[in-house]
């Protein structure tokens, strides 16, 4: 791979420690993707903020780097542990917050804005179409080559940070148009309408097509919130980090003759395998973390109500500031629940406390199964709130 005269000096070591080692990750990322050059980049959402995946290993590597490395363009963070202000709400020990606030304190020596969101472009990390950026966060990286047309791969934890200290990324990939056609178009023939139609759509197919890019047609219309769920679910459950939907989606791509259809029957499917025979004690909303509209529609389901079991909104700090300008986080803590920004149900150290979550997220189910052992009922917003206030599904 080509490196400029100043990339050259980055990889000599004449820039410090940490850009040194961040190009050093660039280049041999680089060279096994056959990428020619590295290309400027102008946004970075760095992933692996919770201590809870970092652990001390990955705390000392941050710190290594907050010694002497700054980052060259804007960057914000993914989700930590636990809500950065008011931990205790959620929970969450004394001893894990220590630790991960000495993380966030790292991001930030390094000039990360500690955003802690995986809902980036909801809170002004909004790439423009055709921008290359190095984002490492799944559901946001499908989201962003999706539906906002920038250019991003489905970077880790270390080689967004890296980018993060260059400024820049190896072209291969998502960053070249050409690799950038869908390969298989599929036909949905379900009645998609809301957020958990989407989330089991992407379930669907993602289970179907892989890491495939589709080229998705059938769907009328669809907003944010739910081009939001759907990326969180296809990128988990399939692993692509594009998609196409016809007349919605801004991306120019050849229609494949390859086919498929997803059928109403794939949809309730999918509802059915995300559901678990299990009594719920614990109700997470806000996979990926809930907008601004999406806790105006909650804080309605929640008036004058009380919730019998642990419910948990997450979303983003900022997002949760002009809600609370808004009276939207008086009306929701008063029913009980709790509105864990900062943070998620996948993230925090959850293990052993939950046995049954109910969620409207796929992405949620399989991180609950997976990494907190956890079963899991999934449905509507509207379900999982019913079920919060009433304590049964
Ligand atoms: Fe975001 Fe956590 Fe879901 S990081 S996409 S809320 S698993």
């Not at 966030?104 to 955003?115: D, N, V």
């Not at 934890?157 to 291969?172: C, D, V």
Request: charged share 25%; hydrophobic share 35%; glycine share 8%.
């Amino acid at each position: 791979m080509q490196l400029t005269k100043e990339e050259q000096e980055f990889l000599d070591g004449k820039h410090g420690n940490a850009a040194k080692k961040s190009m050093e990750i660039l280049k041999a990322l680089g060279e096994i993707y056959g990428a020619e050059k590295l290309i400027p980049v102008t946004s970075v959402q760095v992933a692996g903020v919770s201590y809870h995946n970092l652990g001390d290993a990955g705390l000392e590597y941050l710190e290594e780097l907050a010694k002497d490395g700054k980052i060259r363009v804007r960057t914000t963070l993914n989700p930590a542990g636990m809500d950065l202000k008011d931990w205790k709400k959620l929970g969450i020990s004394d001893e894990f917050a220590e630790k991960q606030l000495k993380v966030i304190s790292a991001f930030e020596k390094l000039g990360i804005e500690p955003t802690a969101t995986c809902t980036p472009y909801l809170i002004g990390n909004k790439p423009n179409i055709g921008d290359h950026i190095s984002w490492s966060e799944s559901s946001a990286v499908c989201y962003a080559n999706s539906v906002l047309g920038a250019k991003t791969n489905r970077e880790g934890g270390p080689s967004a940070l890296a980018s993060a200290i260059t400024g820049k990324t190896p072209m291969y990939g998502m960053h070249l148009d050409k690799e950038r056609h869908a390969q298989i178009t599929v036909n949905v023939s379900a009645a998609i309408k809301t957020l958990d139609d989407f989330s089991a759509l992407g379930y669907a197919i993602g289970k179907k097509i892989g890491n495939k890019i589709p080229y998705i047609i059938g769907i009328k219309e669809a907003d944010t919130d739910q081009l939001k769920i759907f990326s969180a679910s296809i990128a988990t459950y399939g692993g692509t980090a594009l998609f196409h939907i016809e007349g919605i989606t801004p991306g120019k791509t050849i229609i494949p003759e390859e086919k498929t259809e997803t059928a109403q029957k794939d949809i309730d499917d999918a509802k059915k395998a995300l559901n678990d025979d299990c009594e719920i004690d614990f109700v997470a909303i806000g996979c990926p973390h809930a907008s601004l509209n999406e806790l105006k529609q909650i804080s309605k389901m929640l008036e004058r109500k009380h919730v019998k079991i642990t419910t948990w909104i997450s979303t983003a700090r900022k997002t949760l500031d002009e809600a609370e300008k808004l009276g939207i986080t008086k009306i929701i803590e008063d029913s009980g629940a709790s509105l864990a920004p900062d943070t998620c149900m996948a993230v925090a150290p959850l293990k052993g406390r939950f046995i049954c979550m109910a969620t409207n997220s796929a992405k949620a189910c399989f991180y609950a199964r997976g990494s907190n052992g956890f079963k899991t009922r999934f449905g509507s917003t509207e379900q999982c709130i019913e079920a919060a206030i009433t304590g049964t599904w």
